[in-house]
Every structure is written in structure tokens, then in C-alpha cells.
């Protein structure tokens, strides 16, 4: 965690950063708090939490702790001079902005601080990660083999949680997508009450967390002969996630990833049905930075070795159904590692 504060310190632009945002504190400070304020200048910093978390966190916290009260930060910056004083513009409530204008004179907006250094994962990081997936991948097993004329959504979605928080997991990355038949249509459907029926066209997509970081996959399974359409669908998006892949490596821009897949929907004509982005970051949240698409703020954003992010194209046609194929990716000094079989 000294290492991270460090980091960040040299980053400074302002006399001290304030951060509140629970998954970065978190990351420097190994705390889980649902509130909580840090703030550090050039070479001091300080953590302050209230009477919940002041036991732990003093036992544990590599840095100084001090209880959280009215006045505690304000004097704390005042001790430390403190005349500029960032925050994170992205988290920040304009509640929370005019308790900030009693801590310094001038306040500087900074979007995201941790943003740059959660980006490239840390060994110790990649190894959550590959436990995270490996116990997604273990659930997703578990639940194919429970596939059966009459389960619903419900129940499948209902197992894979059982299944991974019995092995594990501290939660879930999100609520599970368990879609059967023509409710595979739909990106983000919410498992109901639909039965499996033969034929069917299954979609799951599910995570488990694991040391606080969190695993993503999507992948198709077939209960019968579902609709030839679709089946072809399925290869096409296996093809762009294939033509996607090779295009990972060190130096290479966020677009061309997400270009490569879309070139394979345009050559089948299909393009249309692709609508979402390619993938986005994962980490201890389960969007992170960047986000793989060709537009948007993060298209130019070059790959470096150490980002793990997702590659999840999708074909999806109303009252046929939709199909999607995930993985989680990590960019290596030669190319590129999948964490899933």
C-alpha cells in the first residue's frame, strides 16, 4: 500500500488530495470503509474514520489514523498548511464540496486520481484475479450441469451464487444474467421466472469476487437444437472476439480492438445487432478504465502490460434471441493471456 501512496504523491499537482471514493481507499489502504477520508500532501498522508472503523483500521492501516470529526480534516490541512487542495471531481457531491471549502483555499478538481495507477494490475492484484475467474469459471460449470426442461432463470442464477460464495467468494461482481430462448435478446435481461424449454438458447453471464477483486464471463450453451441463426450468430461473435485478440499487445490503441471486432459484423452484415462497447477495465470494480470502444474518451488510450480488461461482443435480435462470448484478457510485455479456459 506504501508503494500506491507513494506513487500517487509524486503525482500531486496541488499541496494535498482529498479521496473518499470507498473502492480507492481500498486500494491504498488495504481498508474495506464505507466512508472514510484520506488525505495526503507530498510527503505526509493521514486516514480518518469514524468510531466503526478506528480500532481495525489503527491495527491494521500502514499509514496514520485518527478519529473522523467535525473539525479533525480541516485542522489536520490547517497543521499542514495546506492552501490547495484536490479532490475527485467524479465522486465528489456538491454536499460534500462545501464541507471541502472550510479545509482550503482553493479547491482543484482532479477526476479520478487513482485512475492511472489501478489501471496496470500489480502481481499481487493478478493473482485475485485469476482466483476470481478461476471460481467464476468453476460456478458457470456447476450450473451447466444443472440445465434440465423446467429450471428457471431464477434457480441458475440462485446456484451460481450459492455455489461460489460456498467455494469462496466474498460476493458477487453483479447481480447474475441467466437468459433462456428470446430473453437472451436483451444485454442486461434480469433472470426470472422463465423455464428452460428444449431447444433453448442459453446465455449466462456471471462473477464471483475474491479478494475483493472480481470476475466477468459470458458464455452460450445450447439445450438442444436452438434456432440455426443463432448458432451462426455465435460463431460470428467467437470470430470478432478471436479478430480482437490478436490485436492486444503493448502499444496498441483501445480502438483498434473493438475496430477489428465490428470489421468481422460488417463483413456478415450484422454490425447493427453489436450494441455495446467491447469490453471495459476490471479490477476491484467491475467497470474500470478504460472502456474498449472505438469512440468515446478512451479510444486513443494506448495498451500497456499489466491492464486486465474484458472482450464481450454480442449479436442480439429481438424475438430471436442474442448471443455473447466473454473473457477477461491481460495484456503481457508480448501480447496477450486469457484468464478462462
Same mark, same amino acid.
Given at each position: ?16 488530495l482529498?479521496?473518499?471514493n470507498?473502492?480507492?481507499l481500498?486500494?491504498?489502504t488495504?481498508?474495506s ?6 488525505v ?25 489514523v ?5 473539525n479533525?480534516?480541516s ?9 490547495? !487542495?484536490?479532490?475527485?471531481?467524479? /465522486? @465528489?457531491?456538491?454536499? %460534500?464540496?462545501?464541507v *471541502?471549502?472550510?479545509?482550503?483555499e482553493?479547491?482543484?478538481?482532479v ?13 499481487r492484484?493478478l493473482?485475485?484475479?485469476?482466483k ?6 468453476a ?10 426442461e ?8 440462485w446456484?451460481?451464487?450459492?455455489y ?20 437472451s ?16 438458447l442459453?446465455?449466462i ?24 441463426? !443463432?448458432?451462426?450468430m455465435l460463431? /460470428? @461473435?467467437?470470430?470478432? %472476439?478471436?479478430?480482437? *485478440? ?5 502499444g ?13 459484423f ?14 471495459h ?10 472502456s474498449i470502444k472505438k ?18 461482443p ?19 510485455a ?7 479456459p
Amino acid at each position: 500500500m506504501k508503494t500506491r501512496i507513494s506513487a500517487l504523491q509524486q503525482r500531486l499537482t496541488t499541496d494535498a488530495l482529498l479521496i473518499e471514493n470507498p473502492v480507492d481507499l481500498l486500494y491504498l489502504t488495504g481498508l474495506s470503509l464505507s466512508k472514510g477520508v484520506f488525505v495526503l500532501t507530498k510527503h505526509e498522508s493521514c486516514l480518518f474514520v469514524d468510531g466503526r472503523y478506528i480500532a481495525v483500521a489503527q491495527n491494521t492501516a500502514a499509514v496514520p489514523v485518527v478519529l473522523l470529526e467535525k473539525n479533525s480534516v480541516s485542522g489536520w490541512c490547517s497543521q499542514h498548511k495546506v492552501k490547495t !487542495l484536490g479532490f475527485d471531481s467524479a /465522486w @465528489t457531491t456538491v454536499e %460534500q464540496l462545501e464541507v *471541502l471549502n472550510t479545509y482550503a483555499e482553493k479547491l482543484v478538481p482532479v477526476s479520478k486520481p487513482c485512475k492511472p495507477l489501478r489501471v496496470v494490475k500489480e502481481v499481487r492484484e493478478l493473482t485475485a484475479l485469476r482466483k476470481a475467474a478461476d471460481l467464476t469459471w468453476a460456478g458457470l460449470q456447476h450450473v451447466l450441469g444443472l440445465l434440465r426442461e423446467g429450471i428457471t432463470e431464477l434457480e441458475l442464477a440462485w446456484a451460481f451464487e450459492t455455489y461460489v460464495r460456498t467455494h469462496g467468494a466474498s460476493g458477487l461482481s453483479f447481480e447474475p444474467i441467466v437468459a433462456f430462448g428470446k430473453n437472451s435478446a436483451f444485454p442486461h435481461h434480469r433472470a426470472g421466472n422463465t423455464k428452460l424449454q428444449k431447444n433453448d438458447l442459453v446465455l449466462i453471464d456471471v462473477g464471483a469476487i475474491v479478494d475483493s477483486y472480481r470476475g466477468d464471463l459470458t458464455r452460450v450453451h445450447s439445450f438442444g437444437s436452438p434456432d440455426p441463426k !443463432l448458432l451462426q450468430m455465435l460463431e /460470428w @461473435t467467437k470470430q470478432a %472476439q478471436a479478430a480482437a *485478440l490478436q490485436k492486444v499487445k503493448p502499444g496498441a490503441r483501445v480502438e483498434e480492438l473493438d475496430v477489428a471486432a465490428r470489421a468481422v459484423f460488417a463483413r456478415h452484415g450484422v454490425e447493427p445487432l453489436f450494441s455495446h462497447g467491447l469490453g471495459h477495465g476490471i479490477g476491484l470494480e467491475t467497470h474500470e478504465f478504460p472502456s474498449i470502444k472505438k469512440s468515446g474518451p478512451d479510444a486513443h488510450v494506448k495498451l500497456e502490460a499489466g491492464m486486465v480488461f474484458t472482450l464481450e461482443p454480442g449479436l442480439y435480435q429481438p424475438g430471436l434471441g442474442g448471443v455473447r462470448w466473454e473473457d477477461i484478457v491481460l495484456v503481457t510485455a508480448t501480447g496477450v493471456e486469457r484468464l478462462y479456459p
